[in-house]
């Protein structure tokens, strides 16, 4: 199974991320972000974060865990590429991650492309065989 895919977009980047369950689906979204930003075979695992995040459905839940990724690579000029989530349904959609990378450094992390946003464009979340979430950023 492959992790994640780019698809062909006009002007911004579109990917679909897949997972045998919603956890997978999340964290290989994740890295898919995060890889359209820099070379995230470069980012090592030095420092860590925490982020917790709660919605009413697992779409909205996948959207704000995307943007909330993008905040945070903003606010704490860093880079991840690694995730432990831990994801919980009860009358909400409840995540925990644990986030590991490091603070940007320019002289080893190549950047790609400068993430603006998540947007809603063609975004879903849905199960066939297995999960898939399709997002286009705004670059």
Request: one cysteine or more.
């Amino acid at each position: 199974m492959k992790a994640f895919e780019y698809l062909e977009h006009t002007a911004d980047v579109k990917f679909r991320a897949y997972g045998r369950d919603p956890v997978e689906m999340l964290e290989n979204a994740a890295l898919a972000l995060m890889n359209t930003m820099a070379d995230i075979s470069s980012v090592r695992l030095k420092e860590s974060w925490r982020t917790e995040l709660e919605a009413a459905d697992l779409e909205q839940l996948a959207y704000d865990w995307l943007s909330e990724l993008i905040f945070l690579s903003e606010t704490e000029a860093a880079l991840f590429s690694s995730f432990q989530i831990k994801l919980e349904q009860n009358q909400q959609w409840r995540l925990a991650v644990d986030l590991y990378g490091e603070k940007i450094d320019l002289g080893r992390h190549a950047f790609k492309n400068a993430v603006k946003a998540v947007t809603w464009h063609e975004f879903q979340v849905k199960k066939n065989e297995m999960w898939c979430m399709q997002v286009v950023l705004d670059v």
